[in-house]
């Protein structure tokens, strides 16, 4: 692809996610009552925060051209650390599940760049160990967090009227962008992304800077995990299947390219948010009482709205790579 | 015995053979005679046919699904999609040979249409795998990721998510029956091993599966039918997803469209890790998928029957994971 029709399709992924989501949004909103209603924005903002977390550490790993498959039982594993932790504090739970998501992050980064396995391969193992080690820990059950040291508020919590999880997320996502665009760190990545043995020519640290992209997704994962145990008043070894692939999904329809080196942490916002109003429009549309969609219709049409967006993708790759 | 991976271009003759070349060409084999060994001497009553029985009917699906995964991983591809498949297959057998889809003239027909028709539908969708990476050029990981999510709640779609039970042994017999005493399922997958080993070695497609997964554009220079040869491997995967979840749910006499094949992905591809078939492409053995993913199991039941909980099992297989694909890199240094 040459450079204006790397920047036409990188255009046309930036803002067709926004078009999509705007377009959703509006027809929600002509279509139901309330949609618009705080109580609706909130929840679903409530809701998708742990997605975007997880989500945006994804994108930044999915930009250096790799994968990281272990995010969904890394925040099962950090909310049923962090549900152990909470007798003893908001702190103690918060940094605990956080603690652990970095542990899982580090082993990801030391396989990955000092073993040379591939991404994908590395963190299909970390996805399976941070899985036992959550059931090992939780001895196989929920672990209820406790309701007394108000650790719950972290994921039920309201700040300035506004959910307390939406605020870490959205915090999370400015440091992403203002990371991602505006530091050295966030150069590289992108670099590293577009070619590795480029950027390792040039002299910049790519083994540095992937082990801190790892040690970042893990990090986020295990944040996800503390929302998830707060949210729902337990640590949840089991939850988390999955995540990574709707957190990959949420990645590719913002327009990020697979491949790596190109990408942005808005667009992934935007593509988590997409996918999470499918589920909220199908329970509104259920309301309204003309179908009856069950909720297993919410994964086809996560699929063929992915199916969708891909197909999208790669017509106008094609075209653009023709004339070249 | 030794069947070592088929390479493209041919197996580079080594000049010494040192240990380093013997562990890592033969791992696999070595670290399962080992497992067995050690079982043999720790673990009380191993060496027993229900033993045997146990642990082969274990990894039966796993191994089947493993071996068109093999094939896929060979061009440089992946398949998300077979655990969402099996489902598929599990969720529409039951109905046709309950005669909920149409009416059945007679339970023969609908026990052989539930055979086949299942297996044609899963088929059909890995055909549509193939298409999307071939046609559309969408990354294997992507192209397959679609039906991954759509896939499982198609079957639930179709079921309403309620669990199926039937007690039907004419159908069931292929996750139950016997002959001589083996299980027919395992029978079934040595058969298919052995057939797609052999496809691999010794025919054309095998050496262009091959051929691509080394180098796609060289192999497409060279006048291989490169999207058509994808294409039938993607198909063969989705048609050996099908026959495993009709093994799945023939076993439990239940189809649950939430439960079948659930995370199979995972554990076919960390057989297929495991049995020393290059994740990159380009050097497979489907041999070392059966070997990789009895390993697998045996270091599971041997935690399992020495005491150990399930939990420490799966963190023991992402360090066999590991260990395995870290292995098989000293080689190609």
């Not at chain 1, 989500?55 to 990281?68: E, H, N, R, S």
């Not at chain 2, 290059?278 to 020495?306: C, M, S």
Request: glycine content about 12%; aromatic content about 8%; hydrophobic content about 55%.
């Amino acid at each position: 692809m040459n450079t204006t029709s790397l920047k036409l399709f990188q255009g046309i992924g930036r803002y067709g996610v926004l078009l999509a989501l705007l377009a959703l949004i509006v027809f929600g909103w002509l279509r139901y009552d309330n949609f618009l209603g705080a109580f609706n924005v909130l929840s679903v903002l409530r809701y998708n925060s742990m997605f975007a977390l997880v989500a945006l550490g994804m994108c930044f790993v999915i930009i250096t051209g790799g994968i990281d498959l272990s995010v969904g039982s890394t925040a099962a594993l950090g909310s049923v650390v962090s549900a152990l932790l909470s007798p003893y504090g908001v702190l103690p739970g918060l940094l605990g599940g956080l603690a652990a998501g970095l542990a899982v992050g580090a082993c990801n980064a030391f396989i990955i760049t000092r073993l040379n396995i591939l991404p994908f391969i590395a963190t299909l193992a970390t996805m399976l160990a941070a899985s036992g080690c959550a059931l090992l820990l939780a001895e196989n059950q929920s672990v209820s967090v406790s309701y007394e040291s108000g650790f719950t508020e972290l994921g039920q919590g309201d700040f300035l009227g506004f959910p307390v999880p939406a605020w870490i997320a959205l915090i999370a996502y400015l440091v992403g962008s203002l990371v991602l665009n505006l530091t050295s760190f966030g150069r590289t990545v992108l670099a590293i992304g577009g070619n590795e043995d480029a950027a390792r020519l040039m002299g910049l640290p790519a083994n540095r800077v992937k082990a801190l992209v790892y040690l970042a997704s893990g990090g986020l994962a295990g944040l996800a995990g503390v929302i998830l145990a707060a949210q729902f008043g337990a640590g949840q070894p089991i939850e988390g299947v999955g995540w990574e692939l709707f957190a990959i999904a949420a990645v590719v329809v913002g327009g990020t390219l697979l491949t790596g080196g190109v990408g942005s942490v808005g667009s992934t916002l935007a593509g988590v948010l997409l996918l999470g109003l499918i589920f909220n429009i199908l329970n509104f549309e259920n309301g309204l009482g003309w179908i009856s969609l069950s909720a297993y219709w919410q994964s086809v049409i996560r699929g063929a709205f992915l199916l969708l967006v891909v197909a999208i993708q790669a017509r106008l790759s094609m075209r653009t790579e023709e004339p070249a | 015995m030794a069947e070592t991976a088929t390479t493209l271009p041919p197996t580079q003759r080594a000049a010494k053979v040192d240990v380093r070349t013997l562990l890592t060409r033969h791992g696999a084999w070595i670290a399962l005679a080992l497992l067995i060994l050690v079982n043999l001497a720790i673990t009380p009553n191993f060496a027993t046919w229900q033993t045997l029985n146990v642990n082969l009917t274990q990894v039966c699906t796993i191994v089947i699904v493993g071996v068109g995964m093999t094939l896929v991983i060979a061009t440089g591809g992946i398949d998300l999609s077979v655990g969402a498949l099996m489902a598929i297959a599990g969720a529409l057998a039951p109905l046709i040979f309950l005669g909920k889809l149409f009416p059945l003239p007679h339970p023969a027909v609908g026990i052989a249409l539930a055979f086949v028709l299942p297996v044609l539908a899963t088929g059909a969708l890995g055909w549509f795998n193939g298409w999307l990476v071939t046609r559309l050029r969408i990354q294997p990981i992507i192209a397959t990721l679609v039906l991954f999510i759509a896939g499982r709640g198609i079957a639930q779609v179709f079921t309403n998510g309620n669990l199926q039970v039937f007690n039907l042994p004419s159908f069931q017999f292929i996750g139950l029956g016997r002959v001589f005493g083996i299980p027919f399922q395992a029978i079934l997958m040595i058969v298919i091993v052995a057939f797609a080993a052999w496809m691999l070695r010794r025919t054309v497609f095998g050496r262009q599966i091959l051929a691509i997964g080394g180098n796609e554009r060289a192999a497409r220079l060279a006048g291989i039918p490169v999207a058509s040869v994808k294409q039938r491997v993607y198909l063969i995967s989705g048609l050996l997803s099908g026959i495993a979840g009709l093994i799945v749910i023939a076993r439990n006499s239940a189809a649950d469209a939430n439960l079948v094949g659930l995370g199979m992905e995972l554990d076919a591809i960390a057989a297929v890790a495991v049995g020393g078939t290059l994740l990159t492409g380009g050097r497979a053995t489907v041999v070392g998928t059966l070997v990789g993913a009895l390993i697998i199991q045996l270091v599971r039941y041997t935690l399992l029957a020495n005491g150990v909980p399930d939990a420490a099992a799966l963190v023991a297989k992402a360090a066999i994971i590991v260990l395995a694909v870290w292995l098989q890199r000293q080689s190609h240094r």
